[in-house]
């Protein structure tokens, strides 16, 4: 089938595909080194549109190609030029057609339509520069790589090749052409190390030192700095000298050094980062078509898989339903937040009053139990802007205003009586939150609405002694709060749409990725962690070995072991919150006796460090008894596994969120669980453990998996 017929009978399978055009315009060049073919890559729309590369933009693309090959091979012109629109180069393959796809066939012609073209850019006639002025990812970074020369703008905010973390390879050229430009260490560094560290982008300046980029010129004369390059690169005045690289030892060791990391992120769980090193260690001997051909058949398999469709999947919830949070109150009825107090300045709370001064940028109030702990929370807050001064994060200009807008007072009434937004971060237990919000209440506006950062408590209870109930929302960060984007918004059954409203509209301008959740103990992330947990646990202490229950777990490619997170959480953290889901579903959460003892010898864990390793602490072991009920790897992971889904059928029961997609959401944004996963709803449905506890699946057929 010529490339042609590839495309056309691609484009007929995504008819909504916004069509990228590629505009061919002629420029003599400086220095009378003669005309240049510019092609400007263009959807029609501004930069809030990047463009795209789907079937049919291919075929425009291809169309410019015969056009300025003709002019070439008549000596027409000395060169071809590609650039993007406006802040845009572009941003690649269009992944909304590759969902809609059901044929291992039809996959496989999308890897070959896009080499095809791509490809008679490298066999022009006459030399060819890729000019990125903008933003450029995936098949945009491709079909610059497919040029003789490539120069970048130091404004370039964004440059990357993301596949793997979506659960494909870069398949247009990039796992074949990269190794053979920089080398493949840099080439593992761009393809693996920073796509599956969330994607990690590149800066204009990063570009051009990977050696990706000949030269790099600044944003307000890109186009004419990098013509006059051309024309000196044509005319002789510039050579253009590449590194040359071990094709031996070297090469081997930088694809190992790419298994480890990967084996680190997602311990064999996801095919995408090892089907890209298999590539790469292919093209160690230089057989270009070889990787191309392999990167095909690579392609294709991915698309076809469902780890893909649930890297897809993931990738539209983030993107897309995290823009619109489902069940959310029309935002007409927000009313606007001029001022924000925090009650409490301990570290959660000056985390908190840092994130309101630089989002909102409108005056914050801590107020805690003495002036010393405000004066320690106000202090935190201003070092905490002096080390984003130092790192040039932000001006001195705006480091001074942001200080000045973070004060604290001891009187509540002085501190809150013009504040339009309350939020708590006290000590997480019913009296004293109660407490607070009857004195809180006290002293606001009628209008004012109060918060809580509550992880599991009531959040009806907590209103139920005010006058106006009506006015309260759980408002429930993680930990991080700068850096974990998930905030969960809890509607108490009292709670009024204005109040719920105005919630949401502070959560946008914090740039929180906010989940409706209803007023239902522990909420969503830690309801489903403490039933994992208290699980894992509960098989501890039963009498399986620690190490066991570790590797059980390593293939779902969790960002920490359970262990790990009960460390960071912090024992006693875990213990209230595993009691307080005891109190409500005494059946399912047990309170593990073991976890008991480890909290009140005041320990943090159950390792320690010894020599520079990781160790079982033998204090703590002291104090734990066990039974003798040893499970195999397999049989953890299974109940483990079963207990979650459990969990996910009952709370999508009971309405906790609106649909399994809010879990997916949850549990990606505040718990960080795999992409490659989905979340973990797609991951249940398609290890059949859905079905088995539930009898049925959590998500519609190619939602999260290849469309039947």
């Not at 090193?277 to 160690?284: E, F, G, N, P």
């Not at 270009?288 to 890297?311: K, P, T, V, Y």
Request: some cysteine; hydrophobic content about 45%.
């Amino acid at each position: 089938m010529s490339t042609t017929e590839l495309l056309q009978r691609a484009a007929e399978l995504f008819p909504g595909e916004v069509v990228t055009t590629a505009h061919v315009r002629h420029l003599d060049l400086p220095l009378r080194a003669g005309k240049l073919a510019l092609i400007t890559l263009d959807n029609g729309f501004d930069h809030t549109k990047p463009t795209t590369f789907g079937p049919g933009s291919l075929a425009k693309l291809a169309e410019a190609l015969d056009r300025v090959e003709a002019e070439a091979a008549a000596g027409e012109v000395v060169a071809v030029a590609i650039t993007g629109k406006p802040f845009i180069f572009a941003v690649g393959a269009d992944l909304k057609g590759v969902e809609l796809l059901t044929e291992h066939s039809d996959a496989l012609a999308i890897g070959k339509g896009g080499h095809d073209v791509f490809k008679r850019i490298a066999a022009l006639p006459v030399p060819s520069f890729a000019f990125y002025n903008g933003a450029a990812m995936g098949g945009g970074v491709e079909v610059g790589l497919h040029c003789t020369y490539r120069t970048v703008s130091a404004g370039v905010p964004a440059f990357s090749l993301p596949e793997v973390f979506l659960g494909l390879v870069p398949g247009w050229g990039g796992c074949t052409l990269l190794p053979n430009l920089i080398g493949p260490a840099k080439a593992v560094k761009v393809i693996i190390e920073n796509s599956m560290a969330q994607n990690k982008q590149l800066k204009g300046k990063d570009v051009f030192e990977l050696g990706i980029a000949d030269a790099i010129f600044e944003p307000a004369d890109f186009l004419e700095q990098s013509l006059l390059w051309a024309a000196k690169v044509l005319t002789g005045e510039v050579a253009v000298e590449r590194e040359e690289f071990d094709r031996g030892k070297a090469w081997d060791d930088a694809v190992l050094w790419g298994r480890w990391v990967a084996d680190a992120k997602v311990h064999g769980a996801a095919p995408a980062a090892y089907k890209a090193l298999d590539i790469i260690q292919q093209v160690k001997d230089g057989d270009l078509q070889a990787g191309f051909d392999a990167e095909d058949a690579a392609l294709a398999d991915l698309i076809m898989s469902g780890e893909l469709r649930a890297g897809l999947y993931a990738f539209n919830l983030v993107q897309r339903r995290a823009k619109r949070p489902f069940g959310a109150p029309d935002k007409s009825l927000a009313r606007p937040v001029s001022k924000v107090g925090v009650v409490g300045a301990g570290l959660m709370a000056s985390q908190l009053a840092l994130l309101f001064a630089r989002r909102l940028e409108v005056p914050v109030v801590l107020t805690d139990i003495d002036q010393q702990r405000i004066d320690k929370g106000v202090g935190y807050v201003h070092a905490e802007i002096d080390k984003l001064l130092d790192k040039g994060r932000i001006g001195k200009d705006k480091a001074n205003k942001l200080k000045g807008l973070v004060s604290g007072h001891l009187d509540k009434a002085v501190a809150f009586g013009d504040a339009d937004f309350v939020i708590e971060a006290v000590f997480e237990e019913m009296g004293v939150k109660q407490k607070v919000f009857a004195e809180l209440e006290a002293v606001v506006s009628p209008t004012a609405v109060l918060a809580t950062n509550t992880s599991s408590l009531s959040v009806t209870e907590m209103a139920s002694k005010l006058r106006h109930p009506e006015r309260v929302v759980g408002f429930h960060f993680f930990n991080p709060v700068a850096i974990l984007p998930l905030l969960e918004i809890v509607r108490a059954e009292q709670t009024d749409d204005a109040s719920l409203a105005t919630a949401f509209g502070v959560a946008k301008k914090l740039k929180k990725t906010a989940v409706l959740a209803k007023d239902a103990p522990a909420f969503v992330v830690n309801r489903i962690l403490t039933r994992f947990m208290g699980e894992i646990q509960g098989i501890i202490d039963e009498g399986t070995p620690f190490e066991t229950v570790e590797a059980a777990v390593k293939p779902l490619g969790l960002p920490m072991s359970p262990i790990a997170l009960l460390e960071l959480v912090g024992p006693a953290i875990a213990l209230h919150v595993s009691e307080t889901l005891h109190g409500a579903f005494p059946e399912r959460f047990a309170v593990s006796a073991n976890l008991g003892k480890v909290v009140e010898a005041g320990k943090r864990g159950f390792y320690t460090w010894q020599d520079g390793a990781q160790v079982l602490d033998p204090e703590v072991l002291a104090l734990l008894t066990f039974g003798d009920s040893v499970l195999t790897e397999e049989q953890v992971r299974a109940r483990a596994l079963e207990a979650v889904a459990q969990e996910i059928g009952l709370m999508l029961e009971e309405g906790v969120v609106g649909e399994a997609q809010d879990i997916d959401l949850c549990m990606i944004t505040g718990a960080g669980w795999p992409f490659h996963l989905g979340g973990i709803t797609p991951y249940l449905d398609r290890e059949g453990v859905s079905e088995r506890v539930n009898g049925k699946k959590f998500l519609a057929p190619g939602l999260a998996s290849v469309p039947a």
